[in-house]
């Protein structure tokens, strides 16, 4: 299975950014995706999840409001939008892949990983 992630950059404070992360081999629609972040000198935080049809998702505090997480399961693709951005969200941010529901918000029960997208916001 390859996660591959894109779409980050560097953006001003209120600014917004949409990453993407297109997955391959395996059946993606079957499985909920998730991304996660990791600021420098902290450990990776759990975002945001996506059910494998995209009727559900789940929201860390620090973006409910703010980010939007989407998925096209024609394209194999998910999408985090990420709009009012803050100083804080600086992170490189990582797509992962499965296995169930229940699991998918935690980093150690991840699947599969992409490879990281940076996200810089500037104050």
């Known amino acids: 299975v390859q996660l591959q992630a894109s779409g980050g950059g560097l953006v001003q404070a209120g600014g917004s950014l949409r990453l993407s992360c297109v997955a391959s081999?395996?059946?993606?629609?079957?499985?909920?995706m998730g991304w996660f972040r990791q600021a420098p000198g902290k450990e990776r935080e759990f975002v945001a999840a996506?059910?494998?049809?995209?009727?559900?998702?789940r929201y860390a505090e620090s973006v409910k409001g703010r980010f939007t997480f989407s998925r096209d399961n024609a394209r194999n693709t998910v999408y985090l939008q990420m709009n009012s951005l803050k100083p804080d969200d600086t992170a490189v941010y990582y797509c992962?892949?499965?296995?169930?529901?229940?699991?998918?918000?935690?980093?150690?029960?991840?699947?599969?990983w992409g490879q990281g997208t940076l996200v810089t916001v500037s104050s």
């Open positions: 992962a892949s499965g296995p169930a529901w229940g699991a998918i918000s935690t980093a150690t029960q991840v699947d599969y």
């Open positions: 996506i059910n494998w049809s995209g009727s559900s998702t």
């Open positions: 081999g395996r059946a993606f629609s079957s499985f909920p």
